[in-house]
């Protein structure tokens, strides 16, 4: 493990691969408990009477908050797994963390889950990973570096004449005016993951319905940009992290002009 040092001192290149290593020991930790095609090992409780959490969850929860925090102690700490103090908004710099996104279909048996960290300076994620380990896929980006999988560049699709729009969202989207066909894929349990079939072209684009929080979006947010497309709100604008509110209106995904098409289809 990266001895300890603070934001000012340690070199972003070590910073990021520090981060990397953290994020696929989580993946192990977690993949340790899942059962493909089968209920997960783990013991499961509900968090708020409705939403699912289980001894995996926490048990990640616990490691990255130890490991990153090794590697930057003066960061904030926001974690869908962990109450939030508030303290993190004086902090400058926040690593955003959802343990396990996709929570429902990792405790399932379905592959479609991911271990998701951001770091986000002054509201603008900078640094991104995101492990699928039940998929063997790893995505990566930096700001201003490119988006990666598995260590080869990826990008968004561009526009094929004539081809349907692959898509996953809500079914509504199939009803929306203006739009061309659309080729729907199955939702996802993970909103992450979903967003990382658009960052590297599996789909042309995703919509996501209101009330996605900071985990689920911010690392995703990041590799799709850097990807070349766009996670765009409601207004159409970037999104900012690390606020008082972190539940977010519907989002786009996309292609810059396929994420405004979708916007304004939606309105």
Known sequence: MISTASPSTIAADVLFQGICDAARE?????????????????????KGGYSPVSAADLEVDRFLHQALRQLLPQAGWLSEETPDDGSRRSAGETFIIDPIDGTGGFIRGEREW??????????????????????GETFTARAGAGAWMNNARISVAQETAGAPLRMSGPTRLTSLAGLPPLQMRTKLPSLAYRLMLVADGRLDGAVASANAHDWDIAAADLILREAGGVLNDHNGQALRYDRAELRHKELFAGRPALAEMLRLAWR
Do not use: N
């Open 114 to 135: 991911c271990v998701s960290i951001a770091l986000v300076r002054d509201g603008v994620p900078i640094m991104a990973v995101i492990e699928a380990p039940a998929l």
């Open 26 to 46: 989580a993946g192990r930790k977690a993949l340790a408990w899942f059962e493909p095609g089968a209920s997960t090992r783990a013991e499961v409780t509900l």
